[in-house]
């Protein structure tokens, strides 16, 4: 049995630690609350978008854009977006698995250092490293966006792709990979964005859109042209919005499990420090009460 200075010594220890894990897990489920509320305030805007994406493709017989020309996939773009530090759990190597099982070439653009590190690692082709701060602004997210689209007109890559860690909820964030770029058809960028919108009908919610009297100036062909990279800048702005809120989620729950281990280990720690100063005790009057037999 260890000696009772030692036990005190682990005791001590563990203490500091639960109050570090406590105050980590109060820090991350304040940014917590902000960053899901940024997260859900999206979905508005994604619905309204769905709106007038489905009466333009109503309107628009045949559009020639260069988001929608297929072409030979020869090499993918990626934007990968992890978080900056760790202590969130999982959730990293949830997404980097995602990333180990693409075989065929491709290009990353990172959005995070856990990512940027990552890939460094894995000596694969990093063309871009952009940091993850706490408030992500729509400016940041932005630049990374048209940076992808860039190579993509150009036709360094072609497909532009996103990772990440989709948020369902406090316990459950699911890593994802989704084609942003080339487009298929409109009717999966209107799927896209009626999931992101977080309805449960989006057909119906189509066909009141069609039924919606609006007019576009100059036309319906060019509002659309023009709408489409706008609808690439949101998509990725909100897949940021969703994996700062699942990265201080995971962090959070991370924390709090970190804690109530600490919490327990404190609990036999002490009960195992009670038992061995017993012992001494016991041992000490076993001493004395042997020196005054032997007297």
Known sequence: MASTRDIRRRIKSVKNTRQITKAMELVAASKMKKAQAAALAGRP?????????????????ELQH????????????IILITSDKGLCGPLNTNVLKLVTDIKTPAKYAVIGRKGAQFIARTKRELIADFP?????????????????????????????????SRFRNTLVQVPTLMPLLPLTSLQDVLKDLHADA??????AAARTAAETQMLFEPDAATVLESLLPLYINREVYQHALDAKASEHSARMVAMKTAKDNATKLLGDLTLEYNKARQAGITQEILEIAAAQFAA
């Not at 260069?66 to 773009?77: D, V, Y």
């Not at 993850?132 to 497909?159: S, W, Y």
């Open 45 to 61: 805007y994604a619905e309204l978008m769905a709106q007038m994406l489905g009466a333009l493709a109503n309107r628009v017989e």
């Open 66 to 77: 260069p988001f929608l020309a297929k072409r030979e996939i020869r090499t993918r773009g």
């Open 132 to 164: 993850a701060n706490d408030r992500t602004a729509f400016p940041d997210i932005k630049v990374v966006a048209e940076f992808m689209v860039k190579q993509f007109i150009e036709g360094h890559v072609d497909t532009v792709e996103v990772i990440w």
């Open 198 to 203: 977080g309805l449960k009908a989006p057909v």
